[in-house]
């Protein structure tokens, strides 16, 4: 009979990091009676895994469930003399309940991680891939959404049908992500130890980078937003390992975290749960960090930044045109001055007096 395993993250989880070892090691698994199907990830690793594999996308953005291409999958595994069906994808994480349905014999794995992290991550993922321009920020009040939504989804799926580790290096197995995700699926990770060593993925920013970024944001940046992101994720100097948040809220959030797991432990099943409760009261804290960005900073990761990028100066001039007028909505808006330094004077003469000619034009015919 077809084992099939999901995994439905959770989101900032490890994800990226498990869906590109699969993807990078899918002949091994194959080999091993394992089929994991193909799907594309983008320069930096992070790909939306399978959900296309079971989803059709309407023309709305709304997902549909495609029996049909479960049927293909079920097939490609035979054809492929496989075992075991491996689906990866946060996006299966809203979409449990219907999966447990169509696939009634699968098996769901998900990863339990201290939520203070996930909404750290999150926010970080927020500035380099979603426009967030607020500064971080977090109140007293429990932070347990994810594993609550979790437990939410449980209780209509059936309990019985999950698998849920905690993501914890001191309680992955072998101290590995991807060694404890092969073990939860049935395999030795030993078998695969050559392709183990590989990867990061994501790579979180610097804090001066995560700055420099989020005051960009307040910007329309079209196709420079993604080269700016490369190039940040490349910044390898400055403040790494840090957070955002107060030592004072971090040992209120570990502790709520350890209340809530105990809670959980007496009518759920977590693997290595009391484990996990014990070294969670030794999750340590990077190095608090104000949130702060120097214009000295600034200007220099603007520079390299140009340096990497000249063909963006064009743009950058069009920005500083376009927002001129603009200033008083702007945060930290001296950094125009800034920017506008490091233009080419006549490029920028020539793009205002263009805006200058076209307001006139415009302002001409609305006059007749």
């Known amino acids: 009979m077809l084992k099939i395993y999901i995994h439905v993250g959770p989101p900032k989880s490890g994800t990226s990091a498990i869906q590109k070892w699969l ?66 994808s946060e996006f299966f994480f809203q979409k449990i309940v219907l999966l447990a349905k169509e696939l009634p014999t699968a098996t769901f794995l998900a990863y339990i991680r201290f939520p203070l992290e996930v909404v750290e991550s999150s926010y970080n993922q927020g500035i380099k891939r979603h426009k967030k321009i607020e500064a971080f920020g977090v109140g007293k009040r429990p932070l347990h959404f994810q594993l609550q939504e979790l437990i939410n989804q449980m209780k209509v799926a059936g309990t019985q049908k999950f698998k849920l580790r905690p993501y914890l290096k001191d309680c992955f197995y072998e101290g590995d992500l991807i060694s404890d995700f092969l073990h939860s699926v049935g395999l030795n990770p030993s078998n695969f130890a050559r392709e183990k060593a590989k990867l990061r993925v994501n790579q979180s920013y610097t804090l001066e980078a995560l700055e420099f970024k989020r005051w960009f944001n307040q910007f329309e940046l079209g196709g420079v937003s993604h080269k700016m992101d490369t190039f ?137």
């Open 23 to 88: 993807i990078e090691n899918k002949k091994s698994l194959n080999s091993k009676g394992i089929y994991y199907p193909q799907h594309n990830t983008d320069k930096n690793g992070v790909s939306s895994g399978n959900l296309l594999s079971l989803f059709n996308r309407l023309p709305n953005g709304d997902l549909e469930f495609s029996t049909e291409k479960l049927a293909l999958l079920k097939e490609n595994t035979e054809l492929n003399d496989c075992h075991t069906l491996i689906l990866s």
């Open 232 to 368: 940040l994720q490349q910044i390898d100097d400055g403040t790494k390992s840090y957070s955002l948040v107060s030592p004072d809220m971090f040992e209120h959030h570990r502790a709520l975290f350890i209340k809530r797991l105990r809670e959980v432990k007496e009518v759920y099943n977590i693997d290595n749960i009391d484990d996990f409760i014990v070294k969670s009261k030794d999750i340590s804290q990077k190095k608090y960090a104000r949130q702060y960005l120097s214009n000295h900073d600034f200007k220099t990761l603007l520079d390299r930044y140009i340096g990497a990028h000249p063909e963006d100066i064009n743009f950058f001039i069009k920005l500083l045109v376009n927002n001129s007028s603009k200033t008083n909505e702007i945060f930290n808006r001296h950094r125009l001055k800034i920017l506008k330094k490091r233009m080419p004077r006549k490029l920028l003469l020539r793009e205002t007096l263009k805006k200058f000619l076209n307001n006139s034009f415009l302002f001409a015919n609305e006059k007749k």
